[in-house]
């Protein structure tokens, strides 16, 4: 009895730290103010269908990365730098966008004609892209995952058997938490009205593309040594 409570109290620390170290990378916070932005022109039914696939595809994310994450890299010779630039890349699109939206001619015949026609069209897919990949599980997390996954047997002294069972309980919580974040944003919708919405719209995107210009750069900066030292000479 007493063996089976110690087991338990492993599983239970493993599943802490785990969450300790990739919800402040997740931040589904963030997510849920992103969601704000993008989901404003969507029904409450069609908001719930985005926040429920959007924790599924984190889910998804964080499996794939942890069991085969440094596979698919290592097949395709990507490299932890150039995740994390890619990343900065979309993140700094979908900012302009937000930042920057289309205007709209809502005065005449034409745009009312097309707008009738755009109601009956389904709403726009913005479960994986944007709030799942990379908001949530973006460069940071995805990192994270990968490098722990390579080196959690050899540095952890846990069991065997919580290192296999801890990871996918840990990932579903973190989807768990940022489905009820999403979920929780509708009464932050009718709380803030349309106007609050446009302007978090904004905000949201002008820090979207600080972040995405922010990747960019700490990879700049956390460069080899021997790469900066390689470009000064041969400029």
């Given at each position: 009895m007493a063996w089976g409570w110690w087991c338990c109290l492993d599983l239970f620390k493993a599943i802490g730290l785990g969450?300790?170290?990739?919800?402040?990378?997740?931040?589904?916070?963030?997510?849920?103010?992103?969601?704000?932005?993008?989901?404003?022109?969507?029904n409450s039914a069609e908001r719930n269908r985005q926040s429920l696939m959007a924790s599924v595809y984190v889910?998804?994310?964080m499996m794939v990365a942890y069991?085969?994450?440094?596979?698919?890299?290592?097949?395709f010779g990507i490299?932890?730098?150039?995740?994390?630039?890619?990343?900065?890349?979309?993140?700094?699109?979908i900012g302009f966008r937000m930042l920057?939206?289309?205007?709209?001619?809502?005065?005449?015949p034409e745009a009312k004609s097309k707008s009738e026609e755009l109601e009956d069209e389904p709403s726009a897919n913005i479960a994986f892209v944007p709030l799942a990949m990379p908001s949530t599980a973006g460069p940071g997390t995805i990192a994270m995952i990968?490098?722990?996954?390579?080196?959690?047997?050899?540095?952890?002294?846990?069991?065997?058997?919580?290192?296999?069972?801890?990871?996918?309980?840990?990932?579903?919580?973190?989807?768990?938490?940022?489905?009820g974040s999403l979920r929780s944003?509708?009464?932050?919708?009718?709380?803030?009205?349309?106007?609050?919405?446009?302007?978090?719209?904004r905000l949201m995107g002008f820090l979207l593309v600080c972040m995405g210009v922010q990747f960019i750069i700490n990879v700049s900066v956390n460069r080899p040594p021997y790469v900066a030292i390689r470009q000064e000479l041969v400029t």
């Open positions: 969450l300790v170290v990739l919800l402040p990378l997740a931040n589904p916070l963030t997510t849920v103010a992103l969601f704000l932005g993008l989901a404003g022109n969507m889910f998804a994310i069991y085969a994450g440094q596979l698919v890299m290592d097949t490299s932890i730098p150039g995740l994390r630039i890619a990343g900065g890349l979309i993140v700094a699109f920057f939206p289309q205007q709209k001619a809502i005065d005449s990968i490098s722990s996954a390579s080196t959690v047997r050899q540095s952890s002294t846990f069991a065997d058997w919580v290192l296999m069972v801890a990871p996918p309980l840990i990932f579903f919580l973190v989807a768990v938490i940022l489905w944003s509708g009464a932050i919708m009718r709380l803030v009205g349309k106007g609050g919405i446009e302007a978090i719209s």
